[in-house]
Each structure stands twice: as C-alpha cells, then as structure tokens.
C-alpha cells in the first residue's frame, strides 16, 4: 500500500507534526510518500532519504518538487505534461490548524481522496475544546468542571488553582496553571495571544490520567492499550514534544478490568459515528472511579502508534475501511418542473 503522508501546515503546530512524520518512518512497513505544506500552504514531494528536521528549518525543501492539487491526485510537472503522485491513501499527520481545524478535511473530500483522518464534522467538534465539552455531554460523557471566555469578558476567578487552556491549541501551548491572583494577568496574557478564547477549569492536583486510542473497522472498534502517561504536575509543551516522536511501546496501565470498561465505553460514545474514517486518542480523567474526558486528539501525536501492538495493521485495515462519501446525483427535476408550469 502506498500511503501519502501529508503534513507541516500553516499551524503553531507546524514543526510538531513534522516530527510526527519523521516518526511514521520507524513504524509503518507500507511504501510511503511524504507531502509537505509549508506555511504559504505550498505543497512538495519530500523524498524518504531527505526526511529529516533540517531539511525544513534551512528552506532546503523548496529544492523539492512541487504539487499541485487535483481531482482524484496531487501532481507535480514532469517532461510532458503533469505527472500524478501515485498514493492509495492520504494519512493528514498535520497537527493544529489545517489538520485538525477541517480545512485539509474538506479539501481531500472536494478534491476525492481517499484519507484517514478527522471529517470536517468531527473537526469541529474536536479542535474547539468549548464545543468539544457540549459534544461530550451530549453523548453522555462526563468532563470536569469549566468557564468558557473572550477576550472582552471580566474575568473573575474565586478558588485557586486553576489551569488556563487557549481553546483551538493543542500540544499543552499557551497552556498554564495558576495557583494565585497574582499569576493570573500573566497567564491570561499568554493564553489570549494563541486565541481569542480560553476555558478554565479547576486544577486538580493528583488526578488520575489515562490515555486510549482507536478506530472503527467495518463497524467494530479496535483498541490500543491504556496507557497512564508519566508526568509532574501536567504534560507541557516540551514533554509533549518529545512524546511526538515516539515508536517504541508504552507501558499498560495497571488498572481494574472495571475501568478498563468504563473508559472504553466513553471512547465509543466520543467516537460514535462522529470520527469514522480516523484514528483517535482520547484523554481521559479518573477521579473516584468516575470517567472525566479531557480532550479528543483527532490526529494525535506520531498517530500514537506507541499504544498499539500493531500498528501497521490497524492503519492498514482502516484505509481498507474508509467510509464512503454520498454520491449525489443532481437531475435538475425541480427546476424543469418550474419552467415546465410557467411554460418556458
């Protein structure tokens, strides 16, 4: 299987989805092909020897050939004409803006290809942790605690500490906790230059975390395994950065077969028919044996292949396993009735 491998993107996770793409080298055993977006949302095939970090921060993959999006292909110039860039899917490993925010999403749908990753729906959902905390309630998922605000309301926090989340960020950026008044303008300050909006929730010191990811093949899920993540006080940026290069296995939770159940069972409902076509991840709290969700990762780091057994299958077996997009056939019926009664 031949599996175009699109990233960068114009994002601030930009150099860690690179990083993600770098990674896919180690685990998957398919042909790959990787294509870049730059940040003027430039597209160039990257040769697999080429792939490395520098190749990007020094401009060299401008050396590159570049694509051009079509129906049904990316092509790029060849002696006689335009050459398609031979791929059976498109995996979007583009973290952050354009790869989790939809617009990669529609794109691949106008244009026909067949990709793994998150629908312009479940996008929606997914990359705005606002609207991600109504889905959650709406499919009966518990979340903890929060305040949605703009950068024009009054803010007025009562008990310490809390933690200040930009709303459309992901990998921990401009994400702080605060632990007195004193703190907070500052943290504030930080969160509204990524976004416009933040949330802020309780910080509970302590809390347990747990980490699942998953898909749905031919309508049954397939789990990786739980894995409670190795932290200080939360997961920061660099740690997280680091994380996005992972390839070897991560460590099983050692929990109760009656947890295990319980988050599973709220990976479905998050899941449900919403993120069909992707492989997700989804982070969990545990307080008093009660299930929390933190977030949804729809494209989560390195595709967290480090959870599963066999990663090369499940990828391979949900590219086999798209869902099909509705054909829609347009016959014009209405509008030739209406010329027909006016005669016309």
């Known amino acids: 299987m031949k ?21 896919m080298k180690d685990v998957l055993k398919e042909e790959l092909i990787y294509i870049f977006c730059d940040q003027n949302r430039d597209f160039y095939h990257i040769p697999n020897n080429t792939m490395k970090s520098k190749l990007f921060s020094t401009g060299e993959y401008k050396k590159c050939d570049a694509l051009t999006l079509k129906k049904g292909n990316f092509t790029k110039k060849a002696m006689f004409g335009d050459k398609n860039l031979e791929v059976d899917v498109i995996l979007n490993i583009t973290h952050g803006g354009d790869g989790e925010d939809g617009l990669f999403a529609s794109m691949f749908e106008f244009y026909n290809l067949p990709y793994i990753g998150p629908r312009k729906g479940a996008c929606s959902v997914s990359f705005n942790k606002f609207l991600t905390k109504g889905y959650s309630h709406s499919v009966d998922v518990k979340t903890i605690q929060y305040k949605y605000y703009t950068k024009n309301d009054s803010i007025n926090v009562v008990q310490y500490p809390v933690i200040i989340k930009p709303v459309t960020l992901g990998s921990s950026i401009g994400v702080s906790i605060v632990k007195t008044p004193e703190e907070l303008e500052y943290s504030l300050d930080v969160a509204f230059e990524f976004d416009d909006a933040i949330i802020i929730e309780p910080f509970i010191n302590g809390i347990k975390e747990y980490n699942l990811a998953g898909t749905k093949i031919n309508g049954e899920f397939t789990f990786s395994i739980i894995e409670e ?4 006080e939360f997961l920061d940026f660099d740690k997280k950065y680091l994380d996005f290069a992972r390839t070897s296995t991560a460590l099983k939770a050692d929990i109760s077969e009656e947890l295990q159940v319980k988050i599973k069972e709220s990976f479905k409902k998050i899941y449900n028919t919403q993120f069909d076509g992707a492989l ?3 982070d969990f709290f545990v307080q008093d044996n009660e299930v929390y969700l933190n977030e949804i990762n729809p494209i989560p780091g390195s595709m967290a292949n480090y959870l599963f057994e066999d990663f090369n299958n499940t990828l391979t077996s949900l590219a086999k396993a798209l869902p099909k997009t509705k054909d829609i056939k347009i016959t014009y019926d209405y509008v030739n009735k209406i010329q027909a009664s006016k005669g016309k």
């Open 3 to 23: 599996i175009g491998i699109v990233f960068g993107g114009k994002s601030y996770e930009h150099e860690i989805s690179i990083v993600s793409a770098i990674a």
């Open 280 to 282: 997700i991840r989804c």
């Open 229 to 232: 993540p190795q932290k200080a």
